[in-house]
């Protein structure tokens, strides 16, 4: 579902003519053009906010105390979790820019290792916060609920369900928060 619901989200918006259209009040840039990363983001984070979920379960299960006594050890368990999810997003990326170049023309990130950079370091931060919840969440279905409560409204500030720069002022104020300041 994390591969091929962005995919499909992607060719559902495309189908749409407005969002192929370029505005002003988008820099120039058409909806579909401003959708394609946050699509991805949205991919990442299906598949690191599942991560709580699949622990939780092992858990739950006594999968990971089992694996104690064995030379696998859990902790190469989670980190095959966490490597599996590396490469799914990988796949995730590369099928969304494919089917937005090919598709719809949408240009390419101008700078590839950085682009590359920012999409490994959003992933350790969503994989941070999953193993974090599988961490506190004391069930299966805990862990379910906490991260729809993380994952909808980061959805919604990151402007898929509403364009950013066509929200209230309020909401715009909180999708642009700065949450950290470095000085």
Not at 18 to 30: K, L
Not at 50 to 65: H, I
Request: charged share 10%.
């Amino acid at each position: 579902m994390g591969i091929a619901l962005p995919v499909v989200l992607l060719i559902i918006f495309g189908f749409i003519p407005t969002f192929r259209d370029t505005q002003t009040s988008f820099g120039g840039y058409s909806a579909f053009d401003i959708y394609v990363p946050i699509v991805i983001l949205m991919s990442m984070a299906l598949l690191a906010l599942g991560v709580p979920a699949v622990l939780t379960g092992y858990r739950e299960k006594g999968v990971l105390r089992r694996l104690q006594a064995t030379p696998a050890g859990a902790a190469r368990v989670l980190a095959a979790q966490l490597l599996v999810n590396l490469i799914l997003v990988v796949i995730s990326v590369m099928l969304v820019l494919a089917v937005a170049r090919l598709g719809y023309g949408v240009a390419l990130p101008r700078q590839l290792a950085g682009f590359a950079l920012s999409v490994l370091l959003t992933l350790a931060a969503l994989l941070g916060l999953g193993l974090f919840i599988a961490a506190i969440a004391p069930s299966t279905r805990g862990s379910q609920v906490i991260g729809g409560l993380l994952f909808y409204p980061m959805l919604f500030f990151s402007g898929l369900w509403f364009p950013i720069p066509l929200m209230a002022p309020a909401l715009q104020h909180i999708a642009h928060a700065k949450w950290f300041r470095w000085e």
